[in-house]
Each structure stands twice: as C-alpha cells, then as structure tokens.
C-alpha cells in the first residue's frame, strides 16, 4: 500500500482555504482558489461514489456528522 500523507494534502487545502480568505486577496484571487477547493470536492465525492459500502461505515458516518453539527 502506497504510503499517503494524508496530513500533507490537508495541509495544502488549508493553506489555499486560508489564502481565498486572506483579506489581502482580490475577488478574482480568492475565486480561483476557491474554484480550486471545489474541484477537489468534486473529485473527491466522485471517487467515494466508486468505492464500495464498508461494514461499518454507516455508523462512522453518523458519528462524524454528528460532530460536525455540535461545532
């Protein structure tokens, strides 16, 4: 199994998130990377559409929604 540094790629998408906001940033900047960051979600929900159900992964899900509405 190839060895992903998964926090490498969070990193980078931090980092273009933190740039579309920087107030230093012009409109058409900040949409770019913006655009950037969509891409990569678009990719990525692809990707997981093409992978199979896990046993569970229903009940990881909830969880993760879960908190992710107590923020």
Sequence with gaps: MPNWS???IKGGLQMIAYECSWPGNDGYSAFELKKKLMDVKF???DLIESCPTFVGEEEWLHSRLMEKLKK
């Design 6 to 8: 998964i926090s490498e």
């Design 43 to 45: 990719l990525v929900e």
